[in-house]
């Protein structure tokens, strides 16, 4: 026969399980709309009658000992986590450059604004003119008024490509780098060591663990990262897991550490001797520091660095082939280059035929290395209108031939090469200079287009993925219901059970040995 009392400890033990489900379930109820909770759960084990262990055993059939709670656990799924964060580093990254692809898109924009094409359209339109009236210093100086208004347009053009670009550094290197992740992984690590010291007391720090989740979720959206877990023994009777935190690699399959317990690694971006921005890594441990710059393929990083650092067809071996701020930059002054140089090598001197008198010239008023940034009018033909040759007629006879040539020209295909002045440099582009404009904005909307449809494919697997998270992990009022429904009515058996066993007992006592009194 069993102790009289044992049954007791089963009813109470049943009673604090019952209790403890109320308790969890209340509080899953309660957090319902708090950011990053994670929906919690009772773990219970029963316990067996191991029968050498107890005082008072006999031999024969024996039941258990009723119910232990072991924890409070959390329900997450670290495979979903996992692919949300691959997702959330690849859906920041397209949100990053079509942000600022659309940037430069308001940039070239020839259609809401009296862009260059147009100037250049009048320009030709001026120079018809003047072919009619080669001898007039009034029609001469409109052509030139014409051709200044050219060239403001593409120093316009090139000052804003750059203030993207300056906006896109700053970005980069003054919140994303300097505030947003320096500051999450210190805090991670922070809890790491809060969280660290909780288990070690024996304590569940589930509150810690889903601050800690909330951010290595906004880090995902930064960098591409690697979450780790390892078990680490503290004594016989205590397991607990330390994490570790990556930047992965996807393409090249290297990880550099970040986190790993109560130590972070911090990141500083800056621009080198090329004008190309740079993100080296501060390393307290792993013993991986300088330049990882090519070791992002993810998050708003990757995207900036796309952005800030991509020359596209303009990129040497090795370097960023992206459609950046770099390649659009390069691109007009590609154009400025070879427009100056077509119209500078036919104005030439009547008297010999052959000495150029440039009608563009750089800030210093050389023709060498003309851009859009520094292009102007030359200072010849500032101080006189008639600067520009309208006949090679020698001696000149007053026609507009050589007027016609320009206009020619300018409708005409012609090559544009990288280095204008090399004839062995790359051909960038061949067509007239109407299609050359045509096509960079064709190239911009096209990616900005493009990176549409994929941050719009990523964000639409980011919403499925974070509601199959959430289906795990979030807290549905239903079903805590149905819960909080189902624990009553066990809490109110093992209510049932004490009073069963008290009335027992008090029979026990009470109600035997009275036969022969």
């Known amino acids: ?205 589930n509150e810690l663990y889903d601050q800690r989740n909330i951010l290595v979720d906004k880090l995902s959206g930064i960098v591409n990262i690697k979450v780790t877990t390892t078990p680490e023994k503290i004594s016989e009777d205590l397991t607990i897991e330390n994490l570790t935190i990556s930047i992965y690699d996807t393409k090249g399959g290297s990880s550099i550490g970040i986190v790993s317990n109560g130590l972070y690694n911090t990141l500083d971006a800056s621009l080198d001797s090329d004008n190309k921005m740079t993100i080296e890594i501060n390393s307290s441990f792993g013993g991986y520091n300088g330049d990882i710059t090519t070791k992002f393929s993810g998050g708003s990083i990757k995207g900036y660095l796309d952005l800030i650092n991509g020359e596209g067809t303009y990129a040497a071996p090795g370097e960023n082939a992206f459609r950046g701020t770099l390649y659009y930059g390069h691109a007009i002054d590609t154009f400025a280059a070879n427009f100056a140089k077509v119209l500078n090598d036919l104005n030439v001197d009547p008297a010999d035929g052959t000495t150029v008198l440039p009608l563009f010239t750089d800030e210093s008023g050389g023709t060498t290395s003309i851009t859009a940034g520094n292009i102007r009018i030359s200072a010849a033909w500032m101080n006189e209108s008639t600067h520009i040759v309208t006949t090679t007629v020698n001696p000149p006879a007053g026609g507009g031939d050589n007027v016609l040539r320009m206009i020619s020209a300018l409708g005409s295909d012609m090559s544009f090469r990288r280095d204008p002045a090399d004839p062995a440099s790359p051909v960038m582009f061949e067509g007239t200079v109407n299609e050359y404009m045509t096509g960079l904005i064709g190239e911009l909307a096209l990616d900005v287009e493009l990176n549409q449809n994929f941050s719009n494919t990523a964000s639409t697997v980011l919403n499925n993925l974070y509601a199959s998270r959430e289906s795990m992990s979030g807290v549905a009022l239903d079903e805590e219901g149905i819960n909080l429904m189902a624990y009553q009515k066990s809490y109110n058996a093992a209510a049932r059970y004490f009073t069963v066993l008290d009335e027992a007992v008090d029979k026990i006592i009470n109600g035997m040995g009275l036969v022969g009194r």
């Open 1 to 205: 026969m069993r102790p009289t009392f044992l049954a007791f400890q089963t009813a109470s033990r049943a009673l604090s399980a019952s209790q403890a489900l109320i308790d969890v379930t209340g509080n899953n109820i309660a957090n319902v709309n708090t950011n990053g909770y994670t929906r919690q759960r009772v773990d219970l084990a029963s316990i067996s009658n191991s029968g050498y262990t107890q005082k008072y055993t006999v031999p024969g059939a024996t039941v258990g000992l009723g119910v232990n709670v072991t924890g409070i656990g959390q329900i997450r799924d670290p495979f979903l986590d996992a692919r949300y964060r691959a997702q959330a580093s690849e859906s920041a990254q397209y949100d990053t450059l079509l942000k600022g692809l659309s940037d430069l898109e308001g940039v070239f924009d020839e259609v809401e604004t009296q862009g260059l094409q147009a100037e250049i359209s009048n320009f030709i339109n001026q120079l018809q003119t003047l072919s009619q009236t080669p001898s007039s210093k009034d029609i001469a100086l409109v052509a030139r008024t014409a051709a200044q208004k050219v060239t403001q347009i593409l120093n316009v053009y090139s000052k804003q490509t750059e203030q993207v670009r300056e906006q896109q550094i700053y970005d980069l290197s003054k919140i994303v780098v300097d505030t947003d992740f320096n500051t999450l992984v210190k805090n991670i690590a922070e809890l790491n060591t809060q969280i660290r010291n909780e288990l070690t007391h024996g304590n569940e720090p």
